[in-house]
């Protein structure tokens, strides 16, 4: 599990935004968050989704199987937090970071 992690908004149109992941300054991935299907869903540098591994932001559940890019723990932290902020303030945050020691 990642010690630190780093979600930056890359891309962004009606209702799905590109996120860079970078976790503990040495590993990267890319999440989408997806406001229409209520997802955030691991993908590639453009946004196209890999794999069925998703977190249902009406359950908070995970969904799938690791496929690329990102192991389950890390993606289950950043996703969560990501789907919190985005509840939280209504809109897709800029950046999301989290430290833990």
Do not use: C
Not at 22 to 41: G, H, I, K, P
Not at 61 to 73: A, K, P, Q, T
Not at 76 to 88: C, E, F, G, N, V
């Amino acid at each position: 599990m990642a010690h630190a992690f780093q979600l930056l908004l890359m891309q962004s149109d009606e209702s799905k935004h590109l996120y860079r992941a970078r976790y503990d300054n040495v590993r990267e991935a890319f999440l989408v968050l997806d406001e229409a299907l209520s997802t955030v869903q691991p993908s590639n540098e453009n946004g196209v989704t890999v794999g069925d591994l998703r977190l249902s932001m009406n359950d908070g559940n995970i969904h799938g199987s690791v496929s690329g890019g990102v192991n389950r723990e890390d993606f289950a932290l950043s996703a969560s937090h990501l789907a919190y902020q985005w509840k939280k303030l209504g809109f897709p945050p800029a950046e999301v970071r989290k430290f833990f020691s």
